[in-house]
Structure formats: C-alpha cells, structure tokens
C-alpha cells in the first residue's frame, strides 16, 4: 500500500479541533516533514516512519500548550490508521508507535529514526522563537548551527507532499471537502481560547 500523505492529512483533520494555523498546526507538520527529510538523507533514518510522525505527531492535541498525552493518543490513532492508509512492518510500527508516545518528554533513544523523528520536531521551535539547545537534540545532523537557527516557511515546491495540501488547507478549504472548511483557520472558538492559554501560560515549548 502506498503512502498516501494526502489521504491521512484529510482523515486526521476531520477530527482535528485546533486551528489548523495555529503553532501545533499543519504548517509545523509540513516543516517538520521537512526538517526530517533533510535529516533523513543524512543519517540513513526510514523515511517512511518520519514521514508518518510529521503528519501525525500533534494532531490528538487537545491544547496548544501543556498537553501531556498527546503523544500516546497520537500512537493510538495511528494504530487505527495501519492498514487502512498505510501500512509498515511490526518492527517499524513498533518504532514509530514509540516516536509518537515520547516525543514531548523523552530525550533520545537508541534508534536513530526515533531519533531523528524527534529532532525534526525539536527544530522546529524557532516558529515560537526558541533555537533548540545541541544538549536537546539527538543527532549531529541536528545539532549544526545550520540546521538550529534555519527559518522555514514552507517547504520547497516539489520537496515535500505536504505542501501542496497545506497551501490548498490555508486558501481553499472546503476544495478538500473538510468539515472545517466553514472556520477560518487560527479563528475557531477552540482555537482561539487554545491560544489565549498558551499566550497566559507563555508555554508553547513541547515540540
Ligand atoms: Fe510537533
């Protein structure tokens, strides 16, 4: 079965309820998607499973702040999603299944896709004006200054798959049939009272 990013962009969205624009939004996944490519073509990680994590890694949040168990909802549901949208081995599931449930509070793990699957995240804190630490990152692909104070926008045309569905996400919406489509992406009664905990706690640091 072939992965389709598109597809489980769209399944995952129909019950997604914070902004889509908001800091743990599309645009993370899609920077995220990319930071891991990146990092992939470096240290040899399976693309398959970074490119799993970055689609699906926030998207059980409840909260753009402080929300613990994220990361074992996200694994969860991608328990759900195996076999109807993709499919991997046990190993890889296992792997990736464990990439979900301790991104937010794990440091680093032995194997090098977790390993990277977390990095890609952890990079992408300067959307929230913080320049991951190297001590909080897991790989020397990370940790270059390069790749720590890199600003990306969207990825590149071409680069990445999540680009085209997230340009399509922000200006047209309901062309991909969302039941969201009727709220402005960022202004969502959920979302904006996310925010406005977020901006109260100051606390929007978990990747
Ligand atoms: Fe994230």
């Known amino acids: ?102 991104h937010t509070h794990e440091r680093t793990h032995p194997d090098v896709t977790v390993q990277i699957c977390w990095d890609a995240d952890r990079l992408d804190l300067g959307r929230v004006g913080i320049t991951p630490h190297p001590s909080r990152l897991c790989t020397g692909a990370a940790k270059t200054s390069e790749m720590r104070t890199a600003r990306r926008e969207l990825p590149p045309l071409g680069r990445s798959s999540l680009r085209e569905p997230w340009l399509q996400l922000r200006d047209h919406p309901s062309e991909l049939g969302c039941q969201h489509a009727a709220v402005t992406p960022g202004q969502g009664a959920v979302g904006l009272q996310a925010r406005g905990r977020a901006a109260q706690m100051g606390d929007v640091r978990q990747g």
């Open 1 to 102: 079965m072939a992965l389709d990013i598109r597809l489980i962009l769209h399944s995952l969205l129909e019950e997604y309820i914070l902004p889509w624009d908001g800091d743990h939004g599309v645009a993370h996944w899609a920077r995220v998607f990319e930071n891991g490519l990146r990092l992939a073509e470096q240290t040899g990680a399976d693309v398959q499973i970074v490119r799993l994590f970055a689609v699906l890694h926030d998207s059980r949040r409840v909260n753009e702040a402080t929300d613990p168990d994220h990361g074992p909802r996200a694994a969860e549901f991608a328990r759900t999603l195996r076999g109807r949208f993709f499919d991997l081995p046990d190993h890889e599931f296992r792997l990736l299944h464990r990439a979900y449930a301790g």
